[in-house]
């Protein structure tokens, strides 16, 4: 039976857990563009996504899975402008969006990435 590793554990998540060759993130928020564009809080995630896969020996090309959530559904084109180019052609992992509201209400988005080691 594959070791479960659980890294950045608090009260009620994992930042990240690591089963056999397949790591579930929990969603990432924007860090440094809280209350910015669609655009910025876009490459805000997904920069913070790429570091978490290159800290742990994966890259964006090994995504599996990612799950998008947009606090306004008229941002999905703003927000998909930057995804096409951050995703890696040939690549691109199965991904479903939603309109939801967030946490905080300077959230634009979230997402949740699935990935393999």
Same mark, same amino acid.
């Given at each position: 039976?594959? #070791? $479960?590793?659980? $890294?950045?554990? =608090?009260?009620?998540? +994992?930042?990240?857990? !690591?089963?056999?060759?397949? =790591?579930?993130?929990?969603?990432?928020?924007? #860090?440094? +563009? !809280?209350?910015? &564009?669609?655009? #910025?809080? *876009?490459?805000?995630? /997904? =920069?913070? !996504? #790429?570091? +978490?896969? *290159?800290? $742990?020996?994966?890259?964006? &090309?090994?995504?599996?899975?990612?799950? $998008?959530?947009?606090?306004?559904?008229? +941002?999905?084109?703003?927000?998909?402008?930057?995804?096409? *180019?951050?995703?890696?052609?040939?690549? *691109?992992?199965?991904?479903?969006?939603?309109?939801?509201? /967030?946490?905080?209400?300077?959230? =634009?988005?979230? !997402?949740?990435?699935?990935?393999?080691?």
């Amino acid at each position: 039976m594959a #070791e $479960i590793k659980r $890294i950045g554990v =608090a009260a009620r998540y +994992s930042d990240l857990v !690591i089963h056999g060759n397949t =790591a579930y993130f929990s969603g990432y928020v924007p #860090e440094t +563009s !809280i209350g910015q &564009s669609v655009t #910025e809080q *876009t490459r805000d995630v /997904l =920069a913070q !996504i #790429e570091q +978490s896969l *290159t800290e $742990i020996g994966s890259d964006k &090309s090994k995504l599996l899975q990612a799950t $998008i959530w947009l606090t306004d559904m008229a +941002s999905y084109d703003e927000m998909n402008a930057v995804w096409d *180019t951050w995703v890696v052609p040939g690549h *691109t992992p199965a991904r479903a969006c939603v309109q939801a509201r /967030l946490a905080d209400p300077d959230y =634009a988005l979230e !997402i949740q990435v699935t990935a393999a080691l």
